[in-house]
């Protein structure tokens, strides 16, 4: 089953991709393998999977001990300050850095471990209360030019989410806003490339808007037991 999804998956993207005018190569797909065990994992690197999102620190820590494959891990989650040490130098990218104080931990605790970190940029662009996330150009441009002075952490890009509705429009417009802001941000000097958006049911918009890596989890392993 997890082999067919992930077929199914990939012939989405590619179609996405032709009718979009996109280079499907332009495009990481990771599997969002939260709450699945390590045997599951393997199983979907089997099936030619090799990026994958964690959004526990502690549970990204304890995987990457089990694991005996080349896998590139990427942190999805809201990360706390005092469980960055669980994630540098294991995370190829931390997707959802949301302030220069996180900024500043993860940078010294990359220095510390004597390595480099991959970040991006958490963007609140629906304004929804209950979700992390920076808003509007100006508070992006304030902790760039704060990041721009860490030795050891490096932005790559943004990334957000979109509001959990079955209105396309909201959904494209959300993707819109944060694809406008990327190229604004860029216009001043800086070269951000990555545009992380786009869940199991956004995915194919978020591909149209111009999304570089895709967080799909329940597409490719079915729905999660959430009292896990």
């Known amino acids: 089953m997890l082999a067919q999804n992930y077929k199914f998956v990939l012939n989405n993207i590619n179609d ?3 009718s979009s005018n996109r280079n499907i190569d332009e495009i990481q797909l990771i599997a969002v393998s939260k709450t699945y065990p390590m045997a599951v994992i393997n199983e979907a690197f089997n099936c030619g999977i090799r990026i994958f999102g964690e959004n526990k620190a502690q549970e990204l820590r304890d995987k990457e001990k089990d694991n005996t494959n080349d896998i590139s891990w990427h942190f999805i989650g809201h990360l706390q300050k005092n469980k960055v040490k669980y994630v540098v130098g294991t995370a190829e990218y931390i997707h959802a850095v949301d302030s220069i104080e996180l900024a500043k931990a993860i940078d010294l ?3 510390s471990l004597r390595t480099g970190q991959k970040i991006l940029l958490e963007v609140n662009v629906s304004g929804e209360e209950a979700k992390f ?6 508070s992006l441009l304030e902790i760039l030019e704060n990041c721009n002075k860490l030795d050891n952490i490096s932005v790559e890009g943004l990334m957000t989410m979109a509001p959990y509705t079955e209105d396309e429009s909201i959904i494209r417009n959300t993707f819109t806003q944060i694809r406008e802001m990327k190229e604004k941000i860029n216009s001043y000097g800086y070269n951000l490339s990555q545009l992380s958006m ?7 918009i978020a591909i149209e808007e111009g999304a570089t890596m895709l967080r799909i989890g329940s597409a490719i392993f079915g729905e999660r037991n959430l009292k896990v």
Do not use: P
């Open 198 to 204: 786009g869940m199991t049911n956004d995915y194919l």
């Open 133 to 138: 996330g920076l808003s509007g150009i100006e």
């Open 16 to 18: 996405r991709c032709v």
């Open 109 to 111: 605790r990359a220095e």
